[in-house]
């Protein structure tokens, strides 16, 4: 049995991880909240942006650009999302394992080198090279301060590429932001844009709490399976629905728009879900060194009364041989 000494070391060494895995934790609540402040505020421009497209849709589905035209695929590029840090429980490691079983499909596909990776995160990036994939930019900076314009020339680069035949394909993977307790690992055509399959997607997210404790994970639950989204088909305002100049030009011109959108959510949703995943496993750390405590304190409450007994038995046994 450990001594006296070694239990109340061991108490002092939890007790001190306890308060760095809960000061983590309210860093990580208070930086997740910033990260839904930025998902609320590009929500209007992507449901406006969503509005217009299926309008155009509906109005004339036969309209076509070159970035949404399906073509043999030769060449893929894989845009990564990861974090910078670790201490967020299994994010980086789901998304570097989809990232790996994607290029391991792809390769037998299509031949050895037929993958870029574009890394998001320097987890991904150390990975990828790590690996021996053929990885384009260092992009980890985005991951502590999402810009929208850096998107954007990303989001170009990978459109001329696409536009000139270097890639047939543009996949995005990264975890979805549904809620502070439910982060989906999602890997989404970026590049031919899928219109009606993009705006067919998932887009609910729950961006009014932050706190993940057990009884909020079962509302979540008890929310999800009563919320039945309703989908239903668009129907343009009038038979003669007028675009000027044309269908093809404003099309040329709004899917561009919608391709930056898609790369700046999936950032920002990437963004929140590590900050959410880091809260939810120090609050785990902080709540099983809670355990562990109770657990040191009751162990090192009987050795002191079993020392103490042992000591009381040792002065009533000299004075009764004296």
């Keep these: ?3 006296l000494k070694e239990i109340k070391n061991r108490i002092a060494s939890v007790n001190s991880t306890r308060k760095i895995t809960s000061a983590m934790k309210m860093v990580a609540s208070s930086k997740l909240h910033h990260a839904q402040v930025a998902i609320q505020n590009m929500l209007p421009y992507e449901s406006l942006l969503e509005h217009i497209l299926t309008s155009f849709l509906a109005a004339e589905a036969e309209a076509q650009t070159i970035y ?8 893929v590029a894989l845009v990564v999302f ?3 840090s670790s201490l967020c429980g299994g994010f980086n490691a789901n998304v570097i394992k989809l990232m790996q079983r994607s290029v391991e499909s792809l390769t037998a596909e299509l031949g050895e080198g037929s993958v870029d990776i574009y890394p998001i995160g320097r987890k991904v990036a150390e990975k990828a090279r790590k ?3 053929s990885v384009m930019g260092d992009y980890e900076h985005l991951v502590d301060s999402p810009n929208v314009r850096e998107c954007i020339t990303l989001a170009m680069e990978l459109g001329k ?3 000139s035949g270097e890639v047939d394909r543009v996949e995005l993977l990264y975890h979805h932001f549904k ?3 439910s982060q989906i690992l999602t890997a989404k055509q970026f590049l031919p844009i899928d219109l009606e399959g993009e705006l ?4 609910e997210r729950d961006l009014s709490l932050n706190v993940v404790t057990r009884q909020t994970q079962e509302y979540l639950k008890k929310r999800s399976r009563k919320r039945k989204t309703k989908v239903g088909e668009v129907v343009p305002l009038n038979d003669n629905f007028l675009v000027e100049p044309d269908m093809d030009t404003v099309l040329s011109q709004l899917m561009p728009k919608l391709a930056h959108l898609m790369l700046y959510t999936a950032l920002l949703d990437s963004v929140a879900s590590e900050h959410a995943a880091r809260m939810v496993a120090m609050q785990t750390a902080t709540d099983n060194a809670d355990e562990l405590l109770r657990e040191l304190n009751l162990q090192y409450n009987k050795s002191r009364q079993q020392a103490i007994t042992s000591e009381l038995l040792d002065i009533v046994g000299g004075s009764v041989n004296n």
Excluded: I
């Design 82 to 84: 990861s974090s910078n």
């Design 179 to 181: 809620s502070a307790g």
């Design 68 to 75: 949404d035209q399906e073509r043999p695929v030769k060449r």
């Design 200 to 203: 067919g997607r998932d887009h």
């Design 1 to 3: 049995m450990a001594s």
């Design 131 to 133: 690996l021996g994939y």
């Design 161 to 163: 590429r696409f536009a």
